[in-house]
């Protein structure tokens, strides 16, 4: 996992639009980079209209919101359609970036052992630097903790 102080990596992805995204678009301005497990599920869902409600305080801030998850872009973009989602989301079907960032682990749920991603949020500065780590994010409260850490 990597942590506070540490150089963000890069990444090239497919957004819901269709175009390719990379940190390097967003040079000079503040990151949250947060990760979830899957479109249209209720904690996932719950956490990206949080984002969303809470949207104009985050760019007030200077900062860009960018959901990732293991989703392909059609999913996405039903997802960002139904809930009317005001920021990013990037697809990472081949799990590079999940990986590089550390959030691709293995998970129990019933006693089964499976790979997944944990729901972690980063705060990147405006030089690609990690400013703070949320790891494994309670939904609930996470966002009015986010804009307190801005």
Not at 33 to 45: A, E
Not at 81 to 89: A, N, R, S
Not at 120 to 135: A, N, S
């Amino acid at each position: 996992m990597l942590k506070t102080g540490d150089k963000a990596p890069d990444f090239k992805l497919m957004s819901d639009s269709g175009e390719t995204i990379s940190l390097k678009n967003y040079k000079g301005k503040k990151v949250i980079l947060y990760f979830y497990p899957k479109d249209m599920t209720s904690g996932c869902t719950a956490e990206a209209c949080d984002f969303r409600d809470n949207f104009k305080k985050f760019e007030k801030k200077n900062t860009v919101v960018i959901g990732v998850s293991p989703d392909n872009t059609a999913s996405h973009l039903k997802f960002k359609d139904k809930y009317e989602l005001p920021f990013t989301l990037l697809s990472d079907e081949t799990k590079k970036m999940l990986t590089d960032y550390g959030v691709w682990q293995e998970k129990s749920m019933y006693g089964r052992k499976y790979m997944g991603v944990v729901r972690t949020t980063f705060v990147i500065d405006e030089k690609g630097k990690i400013e703070k780590v949320f790891e494994k994010v309670k939904v609930e409260g996470h966002i009015a903790e986010l804009l307190e850490e801005l």
